[in-house]
């Protein structure tokens, strides 16, 4: 019988909706049964392509004696984190709290009947294993705090109160620090600290791309033509994407990598990680003009607009199990490419299977990842990619989460616009991914943050959905000059600093449940530094002083944190190097600038934007002047070189 989830859209709370587990969404009704009856709270905390949560499921949540337990002496309520960030980044904030590390999800967060949190923890094994040091089992943990909630057990309460006073006392940075440009030389020092030197990344495992890291190198190198930020960054990226993490056979990169080669990952996609990689490969292409780069930058767009979008509004994930086991759809045994390729007349075959890193062990649990053993690949994969995914075809695939996110959206529709400096195609359904984004989740001038596809959103945006769709709008705007874009991302960005500002400081969500906006780069690029893009966009397409101000501010607030460790903050020292050197605008006709945008995109100062004018040739201008004109587009670096 399936329980209150089945009347929520969210593809997580549908996955629980026949645990035996007496689920109940994220409500004021819970909270208030839990007060009325006296009992724990447990809140879960997951999303629908998290392999541990599935495994958490299958173990805890769908085992009768743990559900028994729960039904009993507890209110159980479950969260999709990507319906609702808001109350995730107070939790993981919670587990940071109680544990002294970062969490992760699944997230489980044992509360007293008033809702004071007082245990976190993320995956629990159903029964203490002896020897282990994970602490005790679900069954137990279980147990010992609904005792403890029946007794009122002092000390308990005393914690809970105590962690909620904590949470409550809201910290305040040190004094501001002058912003210079010296912060870039401690976050080299930081970055080469973390730097993995065989195979790039910035740990050995696990190992997450750190997009954010990566992009702020490939500025430095722009300006400083520093030449360990890029060695750092070319070889990280060649090394990610040989295979692994990267999927050679549909496209896209997985979330991270177990090991640290790059080598086995967790298979899930996300789109926040397929947008990030699509632009910085993108970029990666147009400064070093490396075709290998436009070529993996291609892939994954054209993965996310093949398999994972409808009406050209994109889908946030794809799942890491199918066939209830991880990665099935993904790997493959010797013998079945052995036979595919002997099939298809190849004489090469144990060369070939040489350079896919195909053993008859396997490189994961017996079964083989299709990754090169050269970073230039092999000649001919292109028809041996043909005919690894016709024997994909046969297979289940993966379970696609639906939901539609603004802020997810805009990233990938930033980078098709990038992708469209170099193929116009990309342009093009850019603008038509924009627009229907745009209709979907911007309902009577209000902004949403997520809906199930085809679906009414319910949830209200928060500001990183207000940030990424600016910043997504301006970039339309940057390559269609069509200033009702600009116009867009002005109105969204005037509600943001009304809704979520307060001198220097932003909130990441306001109302029910208000959560202060963080300011390090994590899974994905703060939308405080995101915001902060977008303000100093705005002060240089607009003309208008006040937007800069705004990103003084939030820069100025954060500026001891940023000086210490910059690595941390990635995004906001590239915004505040921005800042200090100020942005370039390449004025001319409009056809001029379509003729040319391949150029222009490819000049060596990392902070320019296009304006449509009636110069006949390219007016070069600074935020507050114009200071050069000419009629050669090749020499517009050396005009910008020279106002340093």
């Known amino acids: 019988m399936s329980n209150r989830l089945q009347k929520e859209d969210s593809p997580y709370l549908q996955q629980h909706k026949d645990n035996p587990v007496d689920w109940y969404p994220w409500c004021d009704e819970a909270f208030k049964k839990a007060k009325d009856e006296n009992k724990a709270i447990f809140i879960s905390i997951g999303y629908s392509s998290c392999h541990w ?32 960030p808001d109350i995730d980044k107070h939790y993981q904030e919670v587990y940071m709290l ?69 949470l409550n006392n809201k910290e305040h940075p040190k004094e501001a620090t002058v912003l210079k440009e010296d912060f870039v030389k401690n976050f080299m020092l930081q970055v080469k600290n973390n730097y993995e030197t065989t ?40 090394m990610m994407k040989q295979g692994g993490m990267y999927d050679l056979v549909d496209g896209g990169f997985c979330r991270y990598s177990v090991d640290d080669k790059w080598l086995v990952p967790h298979f899930e996609k996300m789109l926040y990680d397929n947008a990030l990689l699509c632009e910085i490969y993108t970029n990666a292409y147009l400064s070093y003009n490396d075709e290998s780069f436009l070529h993996i930058a291609k892939e994954c767009a054209d993965f996310w607009h ?52 195909v053993t008859k062990n396997g490189n994961f649990e017996g079964k083989n990842i299709i990754r090169f053993i050269d970073e230039d690949g092999i000649e001919g994969f292109s028809e041996i990619k043909r005919l690894l995914q016709t024997l994909r075809s046969k297979r289940e695939y993966p379970f696609i989460d639906k939901k539609i996110q603004t802020s997810w959206s805009s990233m990938m529709i930033k980078a098709l616009f990038n ?52 910043l997504a709008l301006i970039e339309a705007y940057n390559a269609t000059q069509n200033e009702l874009y600009l116009i867009r991302a002005q109105h969204l960005t005037n509600i943001a600093l009304e809704k979520f500002y307060d001198k220097g400081t932003w909130r990441f969500s306001v109302g029910e449940f208000e959560t202060k906006a963080e300011i390090s780069d994590n899974t994905y690029t703060s939308s405080v530094s995101i915001i902060v893009d977008v303000l100093l966009s705005l002060s240089t397409l607009l003309e208008d002083e006040k937007y800069n101000h705004f990103a003084f501010k939030t820069l ?34 409009q056809k001029n600038l379509e003729s040319n945008a391949l150029k222009i995109a490819s000049l060596d100062y990392p902070f320019i934007f296009k304006k449509v004018s009636e110069d006949k040739g390219f007016m070069i201008c600074g935020d507050k002047s114009c200071f050069a004109n000419t009629d050669d587009v090749n020499s517009i670096n050396d005009i910008i070189g020279q106002t340093f």
Request: charged residues 25%.
């Open 53 to 84: 949560c599935h495994v958490m499921e299958e173990n805890v949540f769908e085992n009768q004696e743990c559900a028994d337990i729960l039904n009993k002496h507890f209110i159980s309520i479950k969260v999709d984190r990507e319906e609702r």
């Open 98 to 166: 109680l544990n002294r590390r970062a969490g992760g999800w699944p997230t489980s967060i044992f509360c007293t009947p008033h809702n004071k949190p007082f245990f976190a923890g993320t995956y629990i094994a159903p029964q203490t294993r002896e020897g282990s040091i994970e602490g005790m089992g679900f069954i137990e943990l279980t147990k010992l705090i609904a005792d403890k909630i029946s007794s009122n057990d002092e000390q308990l309460f005393k914690n809970a109160d105590e962690i909620e006073n904590f």
């Open 199 to 238: 195979y790039g990344g910035f740990s050995h495992s696990p190992k997450f791309p750190h997009v954010s890291t990566l992009g702020t190198l490939h500025v430095i190198d722009k300006l400083y033509d520093d030449k360990a930020a890029k060695a750092i960054f070319l070889h990280t990226l060649r």
């Open 306 to 357: 093949n398999f994972m979008s409808e009406d050209n509004l994109m889908y946030s994930a794809s799942d890491a199990d199918s066939e209830g086991e991880e990665g099935t759809y993904f790997v493959y045994s010797y013998e079945e490419i052995y036979n595919l390729l002997r099939e298809n007349n190849y004489s090469n075959i144990e060369v070939i299977l040489d350079a896919l890193s």
């Open 419 to 470: 992708l469209g400096k170099i193929d116009s195609s990309y342009t093009q359904r850019a603008i038509n991914s924009l627009n229907a984004l745009l209709d979907t989740m911007l309902i009577e001038g209000k902004l949403y943050h997520t809906t199930l596809i085809h679906k009414s959103p319910k949830v209200e945006a928060f500001l990183e959905d207000y940030a990424y769709l600016s």
């Open 556 to 589: 100025e607030y954060n500026s001891y944190e940023l000086g210490r460790r910059p690595v941390i903050y990635p995004y906001m020292l590239r915004q505040m190097l921005r800042y200090l050197r100020g942005d370039r605008v390449v004025k001319s006709e």
